[in-house]
């Protein structure tokens, strides 16, 4: 049974820093792009760190660049997502996916169609 594991979630204030792990069971993360997204209330889920299977190569939305960080575990079937100083509008509910459509190239997939694996998400709440 393949499955996305995703924890590391919770309540913290502005500043704050939370990593989330992404634990995959049932295949291998190491030959499939992995991406986190987020989806707040309202709003339509937005790619918000990428990381493709060849060569680590990574996207990051351009409000978290320099604050989250990607990356990856082979040997621990794990994908992370290290978030530091955390904003208000960061408060969403965070999931990872998992794509092998693009093989082994440099192609970094960021839009939530191409991805088809899904875990079931966990919540980040940044507030004071």
């Known amino acids: 049974q393949v499955q996305l594991v995703e924890s590391g979630g919770g309540l913290v204030q502005p500043g704050g820093s939370l990593t989330l792990s992404c634990v995959a069971s049932?295949?291998?993360?190491?030959?499939?792009?992995v991406g986190w997204f987020r989806q707040a209330p309202g709003k339509e889920r937005e790619g918000v760190s990428c990381?493709?299977?060849?060569?680590?190569?990574?996207y990051s939305l351009g409000s978290v660049k320099g604050r989250f960080t990607i990356s990856r575990d082979n040997a621990q079937n794990t994908v992370y997502l290290q978030m530091n100083s955390l904003k208000p509008e960061d408060t969403a509910a965070y999931y990872c996916?998992?794509?092998?459509?693009?093989?082994?190239?440099?192609?970094?997939?960021?839009?939530?169609?191409?991805?088809?694996?899904w875990g079931q998400g966990t919540q980040v709440t940044v507030s004071s």
């Open positions: 049932g295949f291998s993360l190491e030959h499939y792009a």
């Open positions: 996916a998992a794509s092998n459509r693009y093989g082994a190239t440099p192609y970094v997939p960021i839009l939530p169609q191409e991805y088809d694996s």
């Open positions: 990381i493709n299977s060849l060569d680590g190569r990574t």
